[in-house]
């Protein structure tokens, strides 16, 4: 295939003109200096005219040999100076003058001195002719068949200093590691190799494909010479010369060469499917004189295996950019996307997925499918997002965005679509799985051009969405920066041993709203420090919560509550006790015996029990969550959801849930007698519980007044300060005692 270039061509019009060929005359009869000037005038050979050189002696010969390397035809007089000074003369050009390539004729006037034909053989003699016999027709015959033997041998000796040249270049081309500097280096060796600058593109694919799919549109000038520099890096098919263009299109597809007047294409192909053309500004004939046919022939094929082992090495380089899951970036090409970008763009926002409970994913269809699952989940997010300039896989379940722009609007137009984009489950075989992803945001705008900072925030604002389980996105804040590292020093307090922090519990009545008895209490986690000073509650269990302590925090607090209050004396049986779980509590399997361990130690039965937990766990509405709760009711024990309206207040979702009733979070009753909104809120839910038949609890009852909008609205239960503050064990025994009667007027 690659031979094909060697097809005729359209003829050259414009042929340069070309130097003479130069002709030797030695003799030392200047007559016949004069008749075979006479001879050869105007005689012109292959669009050259000769150039004649006179020498009237064997040693002004040789001074001229010296002188002119490249005279092509010597016409040596064989008796001068001496009867053999033409023979001598012969011997020296070739032996010591080692000059191979001039053209011998020998001419003599007397036919006795006729050589042994072993000296024609030895000293390469082109002919023997006596002068008297030279007619003007045999000289010039004479002249032109040592003119085409003198071409031959050039050219052969131009092929082989070519070849030499292109062997000591071989390496040089087969070892680049990277297409682009392969794509220079053959360029400058291939001027090297015409011995002349030349206006050169090499075209090609600039990273191999990645599924084996060829695309011309993906081949582009890889380096270029000369006239053509400005075309570097542009798709072959927007360059802007048409003959040019279209002769490398046409050479690409047919994968053959093809000439036009002022170019040749020649095909690179290799066998992994990769193609690529080398484009070179001369015509075919020039080539062929400059280099030989051969030597091109060497070279392209060379090129095309230094292409191939180029763009394989490449290719395993971006191996460490290409996720094998998923078929994404991986993080580290994530870095390069950003790094090349962060200066281009005004402003890059980077989106940090993961997805909700992947874990259980994993445990329930085990490892090989969860990996299809996120194989899934990877091309709908590259489905979703053609505008990303980059996705990839950070680690197991955790995916990266980086996209153009980062303000607010951008924000909800990612929530919107991944939302959008999720809503149909992924089908595995048998398996209906509908993932929900939880999305952290991060942008440049303000806080940092470097890529793994940014990432960091994203990952801080995604941390935060699975703390708090109340939302499916969040945008990084430094302040969440900040609570992260006071996370980090409150799990140092939990954790350190020198410096104990001390757990107690705390308790905070619940009332009946209709004649404010004693419905239950709550129990809540105090934590001292050994200096005597409270931990904030809220803080330390998130910090408990993000180190994973709260498993173990929750054992204790199970424990000690659950025994305290079966020794509460003074509650009527019907009291009961709630206790709070957070999110991550409920995703473990310990939770079962911790809670078993702890009611049968304590000999409470569990219909003494609330369980608190908030609307965040219920949003994957994954099958861990829902057997806890379950089981929990199966044994007598109530579930309410904690903190309601502040997460995914979808009053639809709550008709499905295993729970009893719900307690509106505190913001809003502590807002409604000012806010009108706060008090619709306040009012709607209330109608929808009471119409699922769910019980409602008011939290963060501080006034009268908001007590008695409680009562109107019909709520059942009102817990806040109002009627007490959390308590200690000893102050809880006083309030019970005073508290228990119901009827008993509070405020
Ligand atoms: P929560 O479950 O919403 O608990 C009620 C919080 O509101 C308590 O804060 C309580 O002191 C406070 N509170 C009660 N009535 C009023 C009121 O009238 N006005 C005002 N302003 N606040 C009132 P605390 O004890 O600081 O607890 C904070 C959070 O810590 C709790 O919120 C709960 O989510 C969590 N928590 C506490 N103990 C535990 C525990 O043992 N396990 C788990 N998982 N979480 C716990
Ligand atoms: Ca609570
Ligand atoms: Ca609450």
């Known amino acids: 295939m690659v031979m094909d270039f060697l097809a005729p061509s359209e003829p050259d019009i414009k042929t340069p003109r070309k130097a003479p060929w130069k002709i030797l005359i030695v003799d030392d009869d200047p007559d016949v200096h004069e ?26 010969a040789r001074d001229l040999l010296q002188k002119e390397t490249d005279i092509a035809v010597a016409l040596v007089d064989v008796v001068m100076e001496s009867d053999t000074a033409g023979l001598s003369l012969v011997s020296w050009i070739r032996s010591e003058l080692n000059n191979h390539f001039t053209r011998l004729i020998l001419r003599t006037g007397q036919p006795g001195y006729a050589p042994q034909t072993d000296v024609i053989m030895k000293f390469d003699i082109d002919g023997y002719t006596e002068k008297a016999e030279l007619s003007r027709t045999k000289l010039i015959t004479a002249i032109i068949t040592a003119l085409r033997g003198y071409k031959l041998v050039m050219s052969l000796e131009t092929n082989r200093k070519k070849l030499q040249q292109l062997n000591e270049q071989f390496s040089a081309i087969v070892e680049k590691n990277a297409l682009s500097e392969f794509a220079s280096t053959v360029l400058v060796h291939f001027s090297d190799l015409v011995g002349q600058p030349v206006d050169c593109l090499l075209c090609g694919l600039d990273t191999m494909p990645d599924y084996g799919v060829l695309d011309r549109s993906n081949i582009r000038v890889l380096a270029a010479t000369g006239n053509f520099e400005d075309k570097v890096d542009l798709p072959v098919d927007v360059i802007s010369d048409d003959t040019i263009r279209s002769c490398v299109a046409r050479c690409i597809d047919t994968q053959e060469s093809y000439a036009i007047g002022t170019g040749v294409s020649l095909p690179l192909v290799t066998r992994n499917g990769m193609t690529g053309a080398l484009y070179i500004g001369m015509s075919m004939d020039t080539l062929e004189e400059l280099v030989g046919s051969e030597v091109v022939k060497l070279f392209v094929s060379n090129v095309a295996l230094g292409y191939e082992k180029t763009g394989l090495l490449e290719h395993i380089r971006n191996l460490a950019y290409v996720d094998r899951v998923t078929g994404l970036s991986t993080y580290s090409g994530f870095v390069e996307t950003f790094q090349r970008n962060a200066a281009s763009h005004a402003s890059l926002l980077v989106v940090h997925a993961d997805v909700q409970r992947y874990r259980v994913i994993v445990d329930g269809i085990g490892d090989e499918k969860a990996g299809a699952v996120l194989k899934r989940t990877g091309h709908r997010l590259s489905q979703t997002f053609p505008d ?100 980090l020093r409150l799990a140092s307090l939990l954790t350190s041993t020198s410096n104990q922090t001390e757990f107690s519990l705390h308790y905070q009545p619940v009332m009946h709203a209709k004649d404010e008895s004693i419905a239950a209490f709550e129990a809540l986690m105090r934590f001292r420090t050994p200096s005597g000073t409270f931990l904030n509650t809220a ?89 806890l709760l379950t089981w929990l009711r199966n044994k007598g024990a109530k579930v309410v959801i904690d903190d309601f309206g502040t997460g995914y207040s979808s009053f639809s979702y709550l008709r499905k849930l295993p729970v009893d009733g719900i307690k ?35 939290e963060g009852v501080e006034t009268a007044a908001q007590r008695q909008l409680m009562q109107d609205l019909h709520c059942d239960y009102l817990q806040g300060y109002f009627y007490s503050k959390p308590l200690s064990v000893d102050d809880l025994n006083t309030f019970i005692s005073k508290a228990v009667v119901p009827g008993v007027a509070f405020g």
């Open 35 to 60: 008749v075979t000037k006479i001879a050869v005038a105007g005689c012109v050979f292959e669009n050259r005219s000769f150039e004649l050189l006179h020498a009237l002696s064997a040693q002004e």
């Open 388 to 487: 990303a300039l980059t996705i990839a896989r950070k680690e197991r379940d955790e995916f990266l965005i980086l996209l153009k722009g980062g303000d607010a609007n951008k924000v909800q137009d990612v929530v919107t679509r991944i939302e959008e984009a999720f809503q149909e489950p992924i089908t595995l075989e048998d398996n209906q799985i509908t993932l929900r992803l939880r999305l952290g945001f991060a942008s440049d705008e303000s806080d940092s051009q470097n890529a793994e900072e940014l990432v960091r925030f994203a990952s801080i604002a995604l941390n935060d969405v699975r703390q708090k389980g109340l939302t499916n996105h969040a945008v990084f804040h430094p302040l969440m920066q900040e609570a992260a590292f006071e996370r």
């Open 664 to 698: 509106i979070d505190r913001s809003f009753i502590m807002n409604m007698d000012q806010d009108a909104d706060a008090l619709a809120v306040v009012k709607s839910i209330i109608a929808v519980a009471q119409a699922l038949d769910l019980s409602v609890t008011a």
């Open 539 to 627: 803080r330390m269990i998130e910090a408990a919560e993000a180190s994973g302590l709260i498993s173990e925090i929750g054992a204790w607090m199970f424990k000690n509550a659950f025994s305290q209050f079966s020794r509460m004396s003074g509650l009527s049986g019907d009291v009961r006790l709630n206790v709070n779980l957070s999110p991550r509590q409920v995703q473990t399997n310990r939770i079962y015996k911790d809670i078993e361990d702890a009611i049968s130690e304590a000999e409470l039965p569990m219909d003494r029990l609330v369980f608190e937990v908030t609307e965040g766990l219920f949003l994957s509405n994954d099958q861990v969550t829902l057997s």
